[in-house]
């Protein structure tokens, strides 16, 4: 059974960074796409990023291109999502997603998923 743990969420202010980690026990992690989705309560769970197993293939939702990356170590079993010039809009909780297909962008792509994380950006 795949498991996939967040860590890494907090409280930050407005134009501030936190780097979210999602550390998977599963021996497949290597040979499929990961993302990161975000959910705001009362809303759908939306796409945030997603990286092939590679690491050569990013996609990124528009609200986060130039402030967020996606990256993966593979040999950890690890994937991240570096969050810069945070808004707060971006207040959410982060969920980690692993099984996905090539360029996975919608949640039911994705086989497996982690508890979540909290990120808050607020003055």
């Known amino acids: 059974q795949v498991q996939l743990v967040e860590s890494g969420g907090g409280l930050v202010q407005p134009g501030g960074s936190l780097r979210l980690s999602c550390a998977s026990s599963?021996?497949?992690?290597?040979?499929?796409?990961m993302g990161w989705f975000r959910q705001v309560p009362g809303t759908e769970r939306e796409f945030v990023a997603a990286i092939s197993w590679g690491g050569t293939l990013k996609d990124y939702a528009d609200s986060v291109k130039g402030r967020f990356t996606i990256s993966r170590d593979n040999a950890k079993n690890t994937v991240f999502l570096q969050m810069n010039s945070l808004k707060p809009e971006d207040t959410a909780v982060y969920y980690c997603a692993g099984g996905g297909g090539p360029r996975s962008q919608k949640m039911g792509d994705y086989d497996y998923w982690g508890q979540g994380t909290q990120v808050t950006v607020s003055s």
């Open positions: 599963g021996r497949t992690f290597s040979r499929t796409t």
